[in-house]
C-alpha cells in the first residue's frame, strides 16, 4: 500500500499535481466549449444544390458499417430497420449523385443500385406480406418504387437502362391500381394497418415516374389527393399519423415523426396544398424548449402522448427523430432559416465524431440515425420546382441562448483561480 505523502514537502507536490490537474481539467472543458460554438456557427447545410459539408464520409461510414452487419441490428430495433437503412443510405447516394455532371453520377449509381437490391432481397422483404395488396404491401413497394425512380433520375434520358425502365413502369402501374380500386387513400403496409405517410411516398413515386416516362397517373394522383383532403386529423388538419386501413379515417392524432416525412414528399405530389400543410405542421410542431432549440416535437403543442419505436424518447416532449427528418422537410420546402437552424443544432447536440475518411454522430453507436441524417441534409423536390420561401419562423439570434451557455461552461473552470487569488493577497 501505498503511503500519502506527508511534511510539506509532500503537500507542496500535492497541491501542484491538483493545480494541474484543475487546469488541465479547464482546458479540455474550454476546448469542448469552443468546439461546439465552432459546430453551431459553422453551416451544417448547402441547400439543394451544394455538397451538405460532411455527407460523403457519413455515407463511407455507413456503407462500412452495413457491410459489418448494422442492418441486422437495425432490424432488431424496430420492425423496418434493415429496410430504412438501406433505403435512406441508397437515397442519399441519389441525392449526391444528382449534384454531379452526368458523367460523375458512377459511384452514385453503383451504391444506389447495391441498396436497392438489397431492399428486393428476402431479408428486405421479410417483415412485409405478400399477400398485401399491393404484394408486400404499400411502404415496401412505395420506398423500392422512389429509390428505383431516383436510379433511373440518374441517367441521361437517352441511356436509361430498359431493364430498369421497365420495372418503374411495372410497379408504378401496379401501386396506381391498387390505389385506383382502394375505397381509402391508405394503403395498408401491414395486415389491418395503415399509415398515410406510406401512401404518400409511394404517391410521389408515381408523380416521378410521371416526370421520367411517359406520363400515366394523374388521374390516380387527383383521386388520391382529394380523399386525402376529405379525410384530415380534426385536431390539426394535418394528415394523420394512423388511420382506419378499410376507409381511410383517422384513428390517431398527426404526430411529428410522420409529419416530418410527410413534408419531404408532399411538395412532389401538390406544391400548393404541400405549402399549406407545411405551415400548420411548422406552427404546431416546430417549438424552443427551455429556449433553445429549434426542435420539434411528437405531438401537438398542448398535446403528451405516449413514445415509441419510432419516436424514441420524448424529452420535453420533443422527438430527435423527428427533429432530424424536419431538416430535409424544411429544406424542400425552401426553409432555409429552419433548415440551417436544425442542423446547426444537430452538430452540436449529435456529438459527431470527425476523421479525415468518415463522419458518424452520437459516435456511431446508431447506424440509422446517421443514414436519416444524410438522406435530410442532401433533401431537394426531385419533381417540383424549388418553391418559394416561407415566412421565416426562425429569428437570426437562435444561436445565441446555446452560445451563451458554451461561453458560460468555458469559463467558469477558470473562475476560481482568480477568486482564489483574491483571497491570498487579502490575507497577506
Not at 168 to 184: N, P, Q, R
Not at 280 to 300: I, Q, S
Not at 402 to 422: E, F, N, T, Y
Request: one cysteine or more.
Amino acid at each position: 500500500m501505498v503511503e500519502p505523502p506527508s511534511g510539506p514537502s509532500g503537500r507542496r507536490r500535492t497541491a501542484r499535481w491538483a493545480r494541474w490537474a484543475r487546469r488541465s481539467l479547464a482546458v479540455v472543458i474550454g476546448l469542448c466549449a469552443l468546439a461546439g460554438a465552432v459546430r453551431l456557427v459553422v453551416p451544417a447545410t448547402a441547400g439543394t444544390t451544394g455538397e451538405p459539408p460532411g455527407v460523403s464520409r457519413q455515407l463511407a461510414f455507413l456503407r462500412s458499417a452495413l457491410d459489418g452487419g448494422a442492418g441486422d441490428e437495425a432490424q432488431r430495433l424496430f420492425p423496418e430497420g434493415y429496410f430504412f437503412l438501406h433505403a435512406l443510405y441508397g437515397l442519399a447516394w441519389v441525392e449526391l449523385g444528382a449534384r454531379e455532371p452526368a458523367g460523375g453520377r458512377s459511384a452514385a449509381l453503383r451504391e444506389a443500385r447495391w441498396a436497392l437490391e438489397r431492399l428486393e432481397s428476402p431479408s428486405g422483404r421479410a417483415p412485409f406480406s405478400p399477400d398485401l395488396v399491393p404484394p408486400y404491401g404499400v411502404f415496401h413497394r412505395g420506398w423500392t418504387n422512389w429509390l428505383r425512380g431516383g436510379v433511373l433520375s440518374l441517367q441521361p434520358a437517352g441511356r436509361r437502362d430498359p431493364a430498369e425502365s421497365r420495372r418503374f413502369a411495372d410497379d408504378s402501374a401496379a401501386l396506381a391500381e391498387a390505389f385506383d380500386a382502394s375505397a381509402s387513400p391508405y394503403l395498408a403496409a401491414y395486415p389491418g394497418q395503415a399509415w398515410p405517410v406510406d401512401s404518400t411516398v409511394a404517391m410521389a413515386s408515381l408523380r416521378l415516374h410521371d416526370t421520367l416516362l411517359p406520363p400515366r397517373f394523374a388521374g390516380t394522383a387527383e383521386r388520391w389527393l382529394a380523399g386525402v383532403r376529405g379525410r384530415l386529423d380534426p385536431r390539426t388538419g394535418l394528415i394523420p399519423h394512423r388511420v382506419d386501413p378499410g376507409t381511410g379515417e383517422p384513428a390517431e392524432v398527426a404526430r411529428g415523426t410522420s409529419q416530418s416525412i410527410v413534408h419531404r414528399f408532399l411538395p412532389d405530389i401538390d406544391p400548393a396544398f404541400a405549402a399549406e400543410q407545411y405551415l400548420r405542421f411548422r406552427d404546431r410542431y416546430v417549438t424552443f424548449p427551455l429556449g433553445l432549440g429549434p426542435a420539434v416535437r411528437e405531438y401537438p403543442e398542448g398535446m403528451d402522448g405516449p413514445a415509441d419505436v419510432d419516436s424514441g424518447p420524448l424529452p420535453l416532449g420533443v422527438s430527435l427523430s423527428a427533429t432530424a427528418v424536419t431538416l430535409g422537410a424544411a429544406q424542400v420546402h425552401g426553409d432555409a432559416p429552419l433548415a440551417g437552424a436544425l442542423a446547426g443544432y444537430g452538430e452540436l447536440a449529435g456529438l459527431p465524431v470527425d476523421t479525415p475518411w468518415t463522419k458518424r454522430y452520437a459516435f456511431g453507436l446508431l447506424p440509422v440515425g446517421d443514414a436519416f441524417l444524410a438522406w435530410s441534409k442532401t433533401a431537394r423536390p426531385w419533381v417540383a420546382r424549388p418553391p418559394d420561401p416561407p415566412p421565416a419562423s426562425v429569428s437570426r439570434w437562435w444561436r445565441v441562448p446555446l452560445l451563451s451557455i458554451l461561453v458560460a461552461a468555458g469559463v467558469a473552470p477558470w473562475l476560481p483561480a482568480p477568486v482564489r487569488l483574491h483571497r491570498r493577497r487579502r490575507t497577506r
